[in-house]
């Protein structure tokens, strides 16, 4: 009877150890994805920030013509943002780095009623390009659908080379999706932003590159 008695303090103190093993082995999973995250976001904070554009140094080479991905537009009219990404690309314009436009963006959430495209080739017009330059991309709601409807407007025309004009932050993701769709020795312009808040649109960039990445890989 005594043996008997002294196995419920051993069951107990076995299950127990086996709680405390089981606890640490969920912590320390745990821990590693959290380290894992860490990592992974600090990563691709490093590869968006260092993005200098391509080539890093200098006007892209004349390219037939030019990419302006899409931003939001307010009122009809595009705000400030994508007003930054139009600047950039009319001086490379006026640089004769490319005669002609390409501007891509669908409608905007919200009961908009130009889409992006239209709103930024309003704006061109506005800066004296003629409508003959200017192609409209209307109704990609991506990056990636910027990229890829934009290049199948590049072939019916024959086009062969493009300058994609965009910000600083969604430079790197813009080159990546242009390579892997095929595009033809790809260059980014790029613009910082005086009116955008970068740590938000940063850490959301963070996000849509993983996106992006799995979505390629997988």
Not at 93 to 118: H, K, M, P, Q
Not at 203 to 216: D, P
């Amino acid at each position: 009877m005594s043996g008997a008695g002294n196995r419920g303090p051993v069951v107990a103190a076995s299950f127990s150890h086996s709680r405390r093993k089981r606890l640490r082995a969920v912590v320390y999973v745990i821990s590693a994805g959290l380290l894992a995250l860490f990592l992974w976001c600090g990563s691709l904070f490093y590869v968006i920030g260092r993005f200098g554009g391509e080539p890093s140094k200098g006007l892209p080479a004349p390219s037939d013509v030019g990419i302006v991905l899409g931003a939001s537009l307010w009122d009809n009219k595009p705000s400030p943002g994508l007003r930054e990404r139009l600047d950039q690309a009319l001086s490379l314009y006026r640089a004769n780095v490319f005669s002609r436009f390409i501007v891509t963006g669908g409608l905007d959430a919200g009961g908009a009623v130009l889409t992006e495209a239209e709103g930024m080739r309003d704006y061109l017009r506005q800066q004296g390009v003629p409508d003959s330059a200017i192609l409209i991309e209307p109704k990609a709601t991506s990056t990636y659908e910027n990229l890829k409807f934009s290049k199948a407007i590049m072939q019916a025309q024959g086009w062969h080379t493009a300058v994609i004009v965009t910000h600083q932050y969604h430079g790197s993701r813009s080159l990546d999706i242009a390579e892997a769709l095929g595009y033809e020795r790809p260059q980014v312009s790029v613009t910082d932003s005086k009116v955008m808040n970068m740590a938000y649109h940063r850490s959301r960039e963070v996000l849509a590159y993983t996106k992006w990445l799995l979505q390629k890989w997988l």
